[in-house]
């Protein structure tokens, strides 16, 4: 893996960015909350690691994979709670709330979306 600034994946991640904070600031529950934010997320992380890394979109989709998980994770052992950030609202919306099978789900189907698309359309890989 080598640092590589990617522009396509760098737009791509200020606009998830930009989708996914104004989602949490206007919608405060249901579906696209919930499970879109969700999928969008481990997008998010998927094109932040392509925007800098270069190195098969695999490789970066297990790690964007792996990433969302932990954060999920965090969650289930209530890691704001251990570092005392319950109050503080970005932490929460950061690392979450509460643990969620559907939202490992929604993850996963987000990673899984995004790596399609990329060695599809945009790599033009074939692995």
Do not use: W
Request: charge should be neutral; charged fraction near 15%.
């Amino acid at each position: 893996m080598t640092l590589k600034f990617n522009p396509l994946f760098t737009v791509l991640t200020v606009i998830l960015l930009i989708t996914e904070i104004a989602i949490a600031y206007f919608l405060k529950d249901g579906f696209v909350r919930y499970t879109v934010g969700d999928v969008l997320a481990s997008i998010l992380v998927y094109c932040a690691i392509r925007s800098c890394c270069s190195t098969k979109a695999v490789r970066v989709a297990l790690t964007a994979l792996i990433i969302s998980f932990t954060v999920e994770f965090a969650q289930l052992f209530n890691l704001l709670d251990l570092l005392n950030l319950r109050a503080n609202k970005i932490a929460s919306i950061i690392l979450g709330s509460h643990f969620s099978i559907e939202d490992l789900i929604a993850y996963a189907l987000g990673i899984i979306t995004i790596y399609f698309i990329d060695i599809t359309y945009i790599s033009n890989e074939n692995h």
